[in-house]
């Protein structure tokens, strides 16, 4: 919690000043103390989720903050799953491209396809095209990857 110096420095020097200022002070202003008491704030990262609950007396799925969180997780998720199934999409079709113009392909072949970054496997999409043997896919593979 951050505090105004200026302020904070002039009611502690006067703290009868804020009460003078108040049209119906407390019956007790003159014993009002201003101090500014430093509060640790704990490694949440170290913890648990039942420590922080604990620590703090509150349910933590029940908050805005856990839920928004949740949602965020959900959307990344979402999105890497589209990723992985275009990837994987693309690797198929790549397979089945290369069977029908080649024959029968190994899965010493066809299992480092699976592997390949999406824009490399667009790219090979294309240069299959001009393949003439199922020999050129192991060195364009291997000029593309280096």
Do not use: C, H
């Amino acid at each position: 919690m951050r505090r105004d110096s200026i302020f904070y420095k002039l009611f502690q020097q006067s703290p009868t000043l804020l009460f003078e200022l108040l049209t119906n002070p407390p019956i007790n202003a003159e014993n009002y103390r201003f101090d500014s008491v430093a509060v640790k704030e704990p490694k949440f990262e170290k913890l648990s989720r039942t420590e922080v609950e604990s620590m703090l007396g509150i349910t933590l799925k029940e908050t805005r903050v856990y839920r928004e969180i949740k949602e965020e997780g959900r959307e990344e998720g979402r999105e890497e799953g589209r990723e992985e199934g275009r990837r994987e999409e693309a690797a198929n079709l790549i397979i089945r491209l290369l069977t029908k113009r080649f024959g029968e392909l190994s899965g010493e072949i066809r299992s480092p396809l699976f592997d390949l970054p999406l824009p490399v496997l667009e790219d090979l999409s294309e240069a299959l095209l001009d393949f003439t043997s199922l020999a050129d896919l192991p060195t364009w593979l291997e000029a593309v990857m280096n």
